[in-house]
């Protein structure tokens, strides 16, 4: 089976989030860059599963420059087998899942993954959009995954529950908690990871309809309002009178 | 013309495409257009839909379960056959799923997981959180159309409005699917948590599964959903779908009550766009009394029972 993992990077979440002086750039100084972990600890490790429990070839691809090798060495010292790496700011989801989806024409797989979002812009498009780009169906949040004679059995989050659907390879899936346990790399992988092939392929444009006018930062809390542990009824006079929830 | 997609279960407008239907509304007045919903039959119900600010309904039929590229289907040919502007979806779990898909098959852009618009140099623009509620983005099309998707509880449902509505049907003919639902499991009875307006939410602090009663009987006397922590789910005290932060899910309700829960950046992640955050929490330097608008510093294990109590006295 040959399984393509999307990988990304992303702020830590502990990052100090600021913008240049016009607020249209994300200052990446100082900022620690993780995987995404939708894509290192679900997409990735359901991915090594299957090649261990059906055999094949898992390859990770990545948007973005060479500061992002060491993340992606990272992700073939977690077990994956190549990478491939996009040689382009990873500026939009339209761009980064068109490069991919041309990237996937040529180098058909049998199961694309991303993660169900990345963890600085939320956004949860990309997967919808290499699917379409690809003519593809698409597994969204899916949080189990099991494959018998290239028929794949799949578990996707829906608001309030969960659907289990049945379909053929191929397919783009987005992986959300509970697909797979995160994997620590060992000493053999970071090793091994060093001698594993990391192929640069050059960008490709697209036009995109969207544009970003500027961020904000959230104004800072007033302050927060203490109420006396042993006058509850003051709790339950702001649920009713200032919440208004009973 | 300002297209909206109206989700129903069991007869009943879902509350998140209600909240894109005001949303689709508000930006239809702001451009000078009409907003118009889409629905899959039987399920229109005009009052409340007119209150909503929608005109005009176009009804098709449909089989209970489509997959994401039929559901896309669905808006592509709409959308051949009534040439909007906007397209609004609510950014749920077909919204997060067809999303994308519809913008590149309309060779569109989209905008996603909005929580507000407003017009700048006479075109509208779109707000966003991100980087996991510690900024918000603004965005704009280049062209002045496209596709928004509106974040579950971002905008909020305003009945006010007092349109006359027109109802009819739009055919559509769906293509067979590439993917067969075999089940479908839905929490009997329970609001989806991202849909609840409050949430009773704890952590570690309650030391055991078996404290959760408490817990519960709190989010019954307050009609809310219940939420927890990631160490708390990680460890089967709680199922995951409770799981809220950066690596379970976000949540944006009216009001996000956190019990024992420290307020790590992770967590705060997943629950800091709540309108109104309560704290309950022993340690008067735990990091989430300041992300929070009330606290109450003391032993939770004193202070829930009490406080249901007086919850039940005030009923
Ligand atoms: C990459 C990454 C992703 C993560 N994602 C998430 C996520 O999505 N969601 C998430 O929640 N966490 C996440 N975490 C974990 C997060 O960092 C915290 O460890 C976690 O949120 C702590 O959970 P807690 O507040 O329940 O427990 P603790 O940190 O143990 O806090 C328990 C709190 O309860 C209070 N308490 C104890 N006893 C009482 C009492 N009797 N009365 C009143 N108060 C009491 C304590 O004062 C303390 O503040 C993530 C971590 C990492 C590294």
């Known amino acids: ?246 | 013309m300002v297209l909206v997609l109206l989700e129903h279960k069991d007869g009943e407008i879902k509350k998140s495409s209600k909240e894109a239907a005001s949303f689709a509304a508000d930006l239809a007045m702001s451009t000078g257009e009409k907003a118009v919903g889409l629905i899959a039959g039987g399920a229109t119900n005009s009052n409340e839909l007119g209150a909503l600010g929608i005109e005009e309904i176009f009804e098709f039929e449909a089989a209970d379960y489509l997959d994401s590229q039929q559901w896309t289907q669905v808006i592509e040919q709409a959308y051949q056959k009534l040439q909007p502007t906007f397209i609004v979806l609510s950014n749920n779990s077909l919204g997060k799923s067809i999303g994308g898909r519809i913008a590149v098959r309309l060779n569109k852009g989209l905008i996603s997981n909005v929580i507000q618009f407003k017009s700048e140099e006479s075109k509208p623009i779109f707000r966003k959180s991100v980087y996991s509620g510690k900024a918000f983005a603004w965005y704009a099309f280049q062209s002045n159309e496209g596709i928004i998707s509106v974040m579950p509880h971002g905008y909020g449902v305003f009945p006010n409005k007092n349109k006359q509505v027109t109802a009819s049907k739009i055919d559509i003919s769906i293509p067979s699917g590439n993917v067969k639902l075999k089940e479908r499991n839905l929490l009997k009875g329970k609001t989806p948590l991202t849909e609840a307006d409050i949430v009773v939410s704890a952590g570690r602090g309650l030391k055991d599964p078996s404290n959760w009663k408490m817990i519960e009987e709190l989010a019954d006397l307050l009609n809310a959903a219940t939420a927890c922590s990631r160490p708390v789910a990680d460890a089967g005290w709680r199922p995951h779908y409770e799981h809220v932060g950066q690596t379970g899910i976000a949540i944006r309700p009216n009001v996000y009550i956190a019990i024992g829960i420290s307020g790590a950046i992770q967590h705060l992640a997943g629950v800091n766009n709540s309108k109104n955050i309560v704290v309950i929490n022993k340690d008067p330097e735990a990091p989430f009394f300041k992300a929070a608008d009330y606290g109450i510093c003391g032993d939770l294990f004193e202070i829930i029972p009490k406080l249901n109590e007086a919850l039940r006295r005030a009923k």
Not at chain 1, 58 to 75: P, Y
Not at chain 1, 111 to 123: A, L, S
Not at chain 1, 143 to 163: F, K, Y
Request: hydrophobic share 40%; charged share 25%.
């Open chain 1, 1 to 246: 089976m040959r399984l393509l993992v999307c990988i990304s990077k992303t702020p830590d979440t502990t990052s100090k989030i600021r913008f240049d002086a016009d607020s249209k750039n994300f200052i990446e100084e100082g900022v620690q860059f993780i995987l995404n972990p939708y894509d290192e600890w679900y997409s990735l490790v359901r991915a090594i599963e299957i090649r261990e429990s059906i055999g094949g070839q898992v390859d990770v691809i990545h948007v973005g420059n060479t500061s992002s090798d060491i993340l992606i060495r990272k992700a073939l010292a977690i077990g994956a087998d190549a990478a491939f790496r996009i040689e382009d700011e990873a500026s939009n989801s339209t761009s980064v899942a068109y490069q991919i989806a041309e990237f996937v024409k040529s180098h058909p797989y049998d199961i694309v993954f991303v993660g169900k979002e990345t963890i600085d812009h939320n956004g949860s498009e990309v997967g919808s959009k290499l699917a379409a780009f690809l003519n593809l169906p698409f597994v969204s949040f899916c949080n189990h995954l099991e494959i018998t004679n290239n028929i794949a059995v799949c578990s996707m989050e829906i608001d309030g529950g969960n659907e289990i659907i049945e379909l053929n390879i191929p397919f783009v899936l987005s992986a959300a908690k509970g697909l797979a346990e995160q994997r620590i790399p060992n000493m053999k992988g970071i090793i091994d990871a060093k001698k594993k092939p990391l192929n640069v392929i050059a960008k490709v444009n697209v036009e995109n309809h969207s544009e970003l006018v500027r961020f904000e930062t959230p104004a800072a809390k007033s302050g927060v309002r203490m109420i006396d542990p042993d006058k509850l009824d003051e709790m339950v006079d702001i649920f009713k009178n200032e919440l208004k929830i009973i």
